[in-house]
């Protein structure tokens, strides 16, 4: 059984992308950045160039951006539990980190309220939190870990959860959702490809589509794990 309440819970992902099309396009002094950043990447391994490595630029909030927020919350009874999803996206980063600001500010105003996400911890927040900083904006009180003790944080992530204490295990949500039995989210694209189909395709639905896929397994895994019923693909909505 989930240790927090199911409604108080906000599932989420984030897709971000470099901020430029390729290294050629961005602004000299940023390229020389890069290539700084891209010698500590070539540590260890097979050297790749600078051009080569502008692809990792998105995983990185210095150098890439948020294109979409998907979240999501669970309502009703176990044998009704709906999950409604919502996504903010565009090319203006700014406008839909306010957007997701506003949600945020609004839903956690009342009682104790959590974020969810597979990887969370290392990626989805902090990334979300350094990118609101760089655009001048105040974190939400439910991102801010600020004078937090560890266990008032109110931050839960699937991938921390599977670990069990083992701190060396990373997972993809891709196969934890197989090992769980959960239809895979990577039906279509994975995020490896997100970049190009922003870039070169343009088709941002896609993405959008993507993330929101992502949110409801996100969902089911952490019912899964906590022994919860599971949502039935008919009670998933987007609003």
Known sequence: MSPYPLHTILFLDIETVSQY???SDVPDDWQELWRHKAENLNRDKTPLTPEELYGRAAIYAEFGKVICISCGVLSGPPAERKLSLKSFSGDDEKELLLQFYDLLHKWGSEGQKYL??????????????RRM????????????????KPWEVPHIDTMELWKFGEYKNFISLNLLAHALGIPTPKDDIDGSQVGTIYWTEHDLPRIVTYCQKDVATVAQVYLRIHGETLIRPENICIK
């Open 21 to 23: 099309p390729g290294l």
């Open 116 to 129: 969810c996400a597979h990887n969370g911890k290392d990626f989805d927040f902090p990334y979300l939190c």
């Open 133 to 148: 900083i760089i655009h001048g904006m105040k974190i939400p009180s439910v991102l801010n870990l600020s004078g937090k």
